[in-house]
């Protein structure tokens, strides 16, 4: 048996991609055999749809087609870590708490905290994945510095490097992340590390109602604090909680917490995150979107969230979730659309229960630009042979 | 069918130049050489060219209408900011249009409670951080030049400085773009959220160096006033224990705000340029600035100040005020142009190598630079390894110029090979675009240029910077082939 049967099985019921089952699932191990595989399905005219961990395939819209998975969690090596140089090489199938698993040895971390369990390097990278402390460290954008992808006819192309400041040539890493796999598959990731902070400290705070914490992480924003995170957890029409996260030296995240008390005019201050923290709300129920916004709109924003809604907002940065009933959403998505509107906000769908999913707008509008996303796709993979169908405008 | 005679480049232009006045104003086109000479070069003055026509745009209509007028005279044009770039980046076409934007230089209020702004691309950066210090806010992004370079062309460069280590560089700090396309059309990329459905395609054109379009307005993110800022100022007697300290440094888990060092003969020339008073006798000093929370910045201070003493400094000087702070920049942002008192010529080179490299290339450097008889400067952002080699040399020496230029080649290459970037600020421009092949291969390039024509399929936007070899861009998917450019420059007809 060659190495190129046996990475491919058929495909079945649970490889679903939004519904839509593929012919054939590949697993390919290495970047050559990425490139190998990406060039017979374009002689073959097949689609091929990417895959991680699959732990955020909802996050796309359903595939036009989907004759191959690309399976990419074959490609699991931790390539070089050079610590001196805070920075590391990983593929893309490499598990993000596998990765900081390893970093953690060194004291080093990725600032990238999304909670989804199982996630890859490559998923978190072509989702755009992030968590609480993108308030700290940023998203994909401001921590990716390398990039190897494959494109639709195999070409295997490297941007960015492993230095951290770098500005030859463009930066497909950004092209790349958040685009779903529809311009080709990302193959190995190259990242700038930051130091494990050695202590932490928790102020949370009991609020009346969501939009309370709006007036109260502007303030927190416009302060000298400098925490890690700013959470707010809570339902559209209950009660909610802020959570401020410091995370530095003991002086430092001790003082820091005082002032936030202070600053907040009360809360709990203790060592640690209170259950649920930093995870997406609602379950599988519900239908689940990610907001983003101009941070400061954020009082606004929740006040357009219908009744029943869960809320997990990010809240100084501008980005929330929201778990809206599935009965309240498809009325409810467009008018939400409306009110973020002037807050250049948008809503994108990150998971619905299947019947509801047909009914909703999964990426809303897209601006003025999607033209030029159209002709970028175009270039990319011109014969659509890539997550076709998965991204903003049917792209 | 009858062949007409190919128009020259000349009457392309001089059609070109009449529409022009015709839509943006005669007072804002100019043709005549002693004008439009003044452009022949950006801050890297060893390549100059005359460019055809420069058109001094006041408003977003006239980059719009320009950059269409070019358009369909298939006409290349080069965006131009303050004109400090050292890449060549903004070095005119001869055939072609010079688009300058330093007229447009409005600023919006500062949102504070979104902390952002936005401006048009001429705003100078230091502009930015003064609106903004009112409301306890700055603009991160400090290149050494921002007295004086625009916002447009940090935006081209992705550009860097002292406190990048920290917070990052220019594209970490951009939020929207308005930009017009090579075509004339106009989009929005970004905007004022955090994140757009869609692919990131402002980040792709931030860095772009000009050749995706032309940025008419920017909203940029603007950053809490740090609380406490401490800095000193270590003198050594040898670059490794310079170099070592700042290692230590990261291995403490400390991030500070700015690392920088620089060598004996980088000191020499500030001190004879601004009398900076840097400590007598360094081989190499180090500029170490913390900044944040108080109580932070005062613990991580004094272990800082351990680190160095651990590494054989021999002068820890700390700064009392901002007064002191400012003197021990001074010397720092100088040092380019201070080179000039201590030789005739130098070129600042710019690349990058991972920071624990440090040692062994600053000492290839210099048996390099031995081996030609030629002296080396060293300035650079230590905290993230991007080096600013400065190679002396004497035009009036027979020769001399060319190996200089061979040097700084070579110091470039050893930056790839170290496993580093041949520009970590500057651009690749005009200057380094050959060397792209060294650091990229040939699929990577042509990938890289996959976007170029998805913006600018004819390749007009600053045509020949950045890449070795323009790739053709074939047919536009889905469009029909354009009409032939003397056609569209209303000089001939098709029978
Ligand atoms: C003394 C000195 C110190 C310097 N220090 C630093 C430093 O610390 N860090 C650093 O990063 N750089 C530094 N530079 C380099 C230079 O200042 C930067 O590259 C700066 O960003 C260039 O801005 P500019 O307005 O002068 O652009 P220009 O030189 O006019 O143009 C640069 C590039 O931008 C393009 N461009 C300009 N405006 C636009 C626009 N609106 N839309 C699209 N493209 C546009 C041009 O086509 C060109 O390719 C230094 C330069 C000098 C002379």
New interface residues.
Partial sequence: MTAATEIRRAGGADDAVGGVVPQEVVRPATVDQVSEVLRAAAADGRTVVPVGGRSKLTWAAPPDSADLLLDLTGLDRIVEH??????VVAEAGVRLPDLQARLGEA?QLLGLDPPEDGATLGGVVSA?ASGPRRLRY?TT??LLIGIT?V?ADG?????G????????????G??F???HGT?GAVASTTWRL?????ARRVVTLELPDVAAAGPLS?AL??????PSAVELIGRADGAARLVVLFE??A??VD??AGAAVALLGGGEESDDVPEGFGRRPGGVDDVLL?L?????ALASVVGALPAGTALAAHAA???SYAALPADAAVEALPRLRAALAP????A?LLRAPDDVRDRLDH??P????????R??K???D?ERQMSPGR??GGL | MTAVAEPSVSDLTAALAERLRATVGTERVLTDRTQTRTYECDGLANFKVTPAIVVLAESRQHVVDTVRLCSQARVPFVARGSGTGLSGGALPSSDGVLLVLSRLRSLGAVDADNRQVTVEPGVINLWVTRDAAPYDLAYAPDPSSQLVCSIGGNVAENAGGAHCLKYGFTVNHVLGAEVVLPDGEVVHLGGRAPEHPGYDLLGAFIGSEGTLGVATELTLRLIRVPEAVQTMLVGYRSVEDAAGTVSDIIGAGIVPAAVEMMDALAIEAAEAAVNCGYPAGAVAVLVIELDGPQVEVEAQFRQVEEIAQRRNAFEVRIAADDAERALMWKGRKSAFAAVGRISPSYYVQDGVIPRTKLPEVLAEMKRMADAKGLRVANVFHAGDGNLHPLVLFDDAVEGQAHEAEELAGAILELCITSGGSITGEHGVGQEKRMKMAKQFTPEDLDTMQLLRCAFDPDGIANPGKVFPTPRLCGERPGVRKGEHPVQAAGLGEVF
Avoid: C
């Fill in positions: 050079v610590a001196g140089d805070l920075t004291g755009n940023g954008r401001d992808v494109l070409t295997v192309a490297h941007a490097g492993k230095v951290v400041k770098n500005v030859a040539g463009y930066d497909l950004k092209v992340t958040g685009a311009l930051h130091p494990v902070p050695p502007i924003a416009r302060s000298t604090l400098t530095s030296i002086e430092s003082a820091q990610r983003a916004y101009a941070p400061a940065t501008g980005v807050h250049d906000g948008t994108v990426w809303g897209a601006g003025d630009s999607l033209d030029l996303m002709r970028v175009e270039r990319f011109p991204f903003v």
